[in-house]
């Protein structure tokens, strides 16, 4: 009798790797899935180590450039950022993650998909949303809320144990105290000694920023050109006569990453609210996101309406709230970012930014689709705008708090 198949989302660690041998041992086959995004990873390690468990294959997609430029780019452009602070680093990488192991399930004609979050946290409501999202028949199968897992599974010491009678390779090496999720737009770092707030991060927990006191000790300069909001190029100096002129998405962002991160730019250390109604804290570095982003906020002010810019901020912190919670495919997200995206149409230009000691500041910035009128706006010129009309319409709006003032009066 033929077995049914289940793509299981892969990490190489000891609880993808416990899941597998788990869901083999139910009569399962199982096509373990690994998305390269940019993570530090040793994919042909973890092949070997899931084929040596039994899995009977293992799919590794590159999806670096898919992951740049339709999720973080985007990002970028419509202005995310969750709870004010938060770049959204892992959730976007859910549904282009997503995207790529349903394709992989249909082609295959998986019956189920498998994954590794935990019960608590946000990545299965990611996960499972994006899922069904894309394939409304298919089913996910989410160990750690299963019963017959989790109460055999307390935790580490349990998987470990486990691992050792299954003959699963368990890495020499001691495991950092805290979690990390990795790929090229970011790294996070949560649970463990990080748990407690008031605790001070341990030294050397950051691996793509340098502490202020390693970074750089002279300014960095670079040119970012927008257009339609989307970052499209980056003018960095060389040393030599002639800037280096990236296009590239993918390269662009690896390179502000090794720059902001040798400057110490794009780290936080923040509390959140999870979509499940827990409050976590979260540690972040972000370095060519925030970069990108700080650039970015900057060219909307310049280049947009007032009012079109504060109805904008709106629908961001909406698509932001979407994002985090696992909403990218949901229908309000796509009437959302077609507003957003709607938005950025005058949105070109270039901003010059200067990156040191952890900060990312503006120095200028040019737009040919700017409402910016320098005649207007001027001391020196009148430029069509005649000063009487200021005194009506400063009288319009005192109206309003003369009452107020009579009234207050009134009621001492």
Request: hydrophobic share 40%; net charge neutral.
């Amino acid at each position: 009798m033929a077995r049914d198949l289940i793509i299981l989302a892969y990490s190489g660690g000891l609880d993808t790797s416990c899941i597998l041998k788990w869901l083999l041992q139910r009569n399962y086959d199982v096509v373990c899935y690994m998305a390269d995004i940019g993570q530090n990873e040793d994919f042909e390690k973890a092949c070997q180590k899931a084929k040596l468990i039994g899995a009977k294959d293992v799919i590794v997609e590159d999806l670096r450039k898919e992951f740049v430029t339709n999720y973080m780019l985007p990002a970028i452009q419509m202005g995310l950022v969750y709870e004010s602070r938060y770049y959204l680093g892992t959730s976007l990488a859910r549904p282009c993650i997503s995207v790529s192991i349903v394709n992989a399930a249909k082609r295959l004609g998986a019956k189920y998909i498998s994954h590794g979050a935990t019960g608590k946290g946000n990545d299965q409501v990611r996960f499972e949303l994006s899922v069904y999202s894309l394939w409304p028949e298919g089913k996910v199968i989410a160990p750690w809320r299963l019963p017959e897992f989790f109460n055999r599974f307390q935790g580490r010491s349990d998987l470990i144990e486990y691992a050792k009678k299954e003959n699963i390779p368990v890495a020499a090496t001691p495991k950092a105290p805290w979690s990390t999720d990795e790929n090229i737009m970011h790294i996070s770092y949560e649970s463990g000694v990080l748990e407690d707030p008031s605790a001070i991060p341990p030294t050397g927990i950051y691996k793509m920023t340098r502490d202020l006191q390693q970074a750089e000790q002279y300014p960095s300069v670079i040119d970012i050109t927008f257009e339609k909001g989307l970052p499209v190029s980056a003018q960095i100096p060389s040393g030599q006569e002639k800037a280096l002129i990236i296009t590239d998405p993918l390269v662009l962002v690896e390179t502000l990453n090794k720059l902001g991160g040798q400057h110490g730019v794009g780290r936080i250390d923040i509390v959140e609210n999870r979509f499940l109604g827990l409050k976590s804290r979260g540690l972040y570095e972000t370095p060519a996101g925030t970069i990108l982003h700080v650039a970015h906020l900057d060219l909307e002010a310049y280049a947009l309406d007032k009012e079109v810019l504060r109805i904008k901020k709106y629908l961001q912190d909406k698509m932001s709230d979407f994002v985090y919670n696992g909403f990218w495919f949901s229908p309000e997200a796509f009437y959302t970012r077609k507003c957003l995206e709607i938005s950025q149409e005058s949105v070109s230009g270039t901003v010059t930014v200067q990156i040191f000691q952890g900060n990312v500041s503006i120095l200028a910035r040019k737009s040919e689709t700017s409402l910016y009128n320098k005649d207007l706006v001027s001391m020196d010129i009148a430029g069509g705008f005649s000063p009487e009309d200021s005194t009506g319409f400063i009288n319009i709006n005192a109206v309003r708090l003369k009452e107020y003032a009579r009234f207050t009066s009134a009621a001492k």
